[in-house]
């Protein structure tokens, strides 16, 4: 929906009492970004033909959707915008509305925008045609012009190109999750080549943070005195939550992967290089995926909980380097080799890990340090 904000929940402190002061920065960032994050796209911007597309589907859409899709790239050409943004205005559209021109509003059933205005969402992108900015309902159901508007405005977009793409689009949707349209990246790839030919985009963001910007970490990699029942001393991972806020706060996955374990209290995550990310403490009937699934870069997952060995809501994060076909990654000290118990081999030190993409886990603009 192309309006509206989202309130991000958090956790509670965790470990022996802290005092905490909470930054301003804390209080005002509106969400995560990652690192490498831009698409890298090849073949050029290109016209496609509504009346002749692909009789079978691509990556799932078919006929009108697909017609659609041409509609849209097709209005990135007189705006002078390259492929990128054309792959980008698909996307968008396949998470607002599946490629289908949708004439009916949310306003029928009485829902509200944070200021009480209708949302009045319709057609491709779903742009509110009653607030005024967006058009007249006529306007905003005209694939064209719907298009036009939704590019125009992205192309406003301070340095867009080098945004993570669902960032990008969330600038301009405003929706409640910036990296909501971050799953239907490689399908609007698939469907942009299938229209113009040759070329394509990679490189959209190889990891990503695994909670939203504003979070503190609680307890750090290896050694530590902690009085909580069952809690380890050496600790193979870091503590990250917001504060001073409770359970419910969103975890996202960091990379793309494999879903290969599920159950107590931990997901993991098995990346397409062959390491591997955990994240402990969720109840299981919080977790959004299961084992077997795909995921992709920034794609919501569970929800911070405050199971198992705890004593507050938070999220355990490790990340382990065995298997991985990384060099840098299994260059990485592991946890046996720096005194660990045995149990904890192949596991490495999150913030070196981040390092590897030119990131800082806990940065100082927007990470404090408990």
Known sequence: MAQGTKNFTGALIIGTPIIVVVSIFALVLLFMTGGSASAACSGGVGTADPDNVPEEPVAGYSGEQLQNAALIMNAAVPLGLDRQAQVIAVMTAMGESSLRNIDFGDDVNGVTNPDGTPTCSLGLFQQQWCIGSWGTKEQVMDPTYAATQFLTRLAAVDEWTSLEPSVAAHKVQRNADPFHYEKFFDAANQVVTALAGGGGCTGTGAIQFPLSEGYN??????????????????????????????????????????????????????????????????????????????????????????????????????????????????????????????????????????????????????????
């Open 217 to 370: 970490m609680t307890s750090g990699f290896g050694p530590r005195n902690i009085s909580v029942p069952g809690a380890p001393s050496w600790h193979a991972a870091v503590d990250l939550q917001h504060w001073p806020n409770p359970c419910g706060d969103q975890i996202y996955s960091i990379s793309a992967g494999t879903v290969t374990y599920k159950a107590g209290y931990q997901l993991t995550v098995k990346a397409p290089e062959g390491w591997s990310v955990s994240y402990l403490h969720m109840r299981m009937d919080q977790v959004s995926v299961d084992v077997g699934d795909t995921v992709t870069a920034g794609q919501p997952i569970a929800l911070v909980g405050n199971e198992g060995p705890s004593s507050g809501c938070h999220l355990d994060f490790r990340i382990n380097q065995i298997g991985s076909t990384d060099q840098a990654v299994l260059a990485l000290p592991e946890a046996v080799s720096l005194g660990s118990p045995a149990r904890y081999a192949g596991f490495v030190h999150p913030e070196e890990f981040y390092e590897l993409f030119g990131m800082e886990l806990c940065p100082p603009s927007s990470c404090e340090r408990q």
